[in-house]
């Protein structure tokens, strides 16, 4: 997995189907009844149970999108990493449901981990991961072409997504390499790399100076140097370790 969808629309229509489903099989299957537990109390059991996990995905949703938009990269530990987060936060708040004076639960957290919450999550995960693989579906299928806009009219580049090697910054200019007929050429267009990957948010800086397409990478010519499709880039220390993730 190397996408994520952090629509907060599309996250919380999951949210919602999760609470929904968890109702529905909480109130009919009854999982937990122990058949000391009236009609009143499991409704409130299966309802507050699935509020509580409607609110819970709501946060993750929130935490997930302000990471994934700062690293814009996502991978199967940081998925696994996500779903251990909603169920660390959704432990605690049903925990702390089942203690109130509403439910007024019996059993310590040991037991009440034990015995409900492990059913509990063993009921949902199914359901989470495969509603948040179907919402890899839902991402928009983005335009192939960039386009490139410098501070004048006439500054203006067109280019395949795939053909963008690298943009590096050239003083009051950036210059931005891609391949057209098999050949590195580039052109200088008057802006700043800062506005680039404000607009281009794919591309990884390496250097203060330059930005890369990281589908372009080839290898490292040594501690310092990386080679890109016919261009060679210096690499500072500073973006190293984000470079060595690749």
């Known amino acids: 997995m190397k996408q994520l969808n952090i629509s907060i629309k599309h996250n919380f229509l999951v949210g919602l189907f999760i609470a929904l489903w968890l109702f529905v099989f909480a109130f009919i299957i009854k999982p937990f009844d122990d058949g000391t537990i009236n009609f009143k109390a499991w409704f409130l059991i299966s309802f507050g149970f699935s509020i509580i996990a409607f609110l819970c995905y709501s946060l993750l949703t929130i935490v997930q999108k302000s990471f994934y938009e700062r690293i814009t990269k996502w991978n199967v530990g940081l998925e696994m990493a996500s779903v251990i987060f909603f169920y660390l936060v959704y432990l605690f708040g049903v925990y702390t449901y089942y203690k109130s004076p509403i439910l007024n639960g019996g059993y310590s957290f040991y037991e009440f981990f034990s015995i409900i919450f492990i059913k509990v999550a063993l009921i949902l995960t199914p359901v989470i991961i495969l509603a948040r693989r179907y919402l890899i579906k839902l991402i928009p299928v983005k335009d192939d072409v960039l386009t490139f806009k410098g501070e004048n009219k006439l500054d203006i580049l067109k280019i395949q997504r795939t053909d963008l090697v690298c943009v590096s910054n050239a003083q009051n200019y950036v210059e931005v390499f891609y391949i057209e007929n098999g050949k590195l050429t580039s052109k200088l267009l008057r802006s700043s790399l800062k506005n680039i990957q404000k607009d281009f948010s794919f591309l990884m800086q390496i250097h203060r100076s330059h930005l890369i397409n990281p589908s372009h990478f080839k290898s490292w010519r040594n501690s310092n140097t990386i ?18 993730a690749l």
Do not use: A, C
Not at 227 to 244: D, G, H, M, R, W
């Open 227 to 244: 080679i890109l499709t016919q261009i060679e880039l210096p690499v500072s220390k500073n973006y190293k370790e984000t470079l060595l």
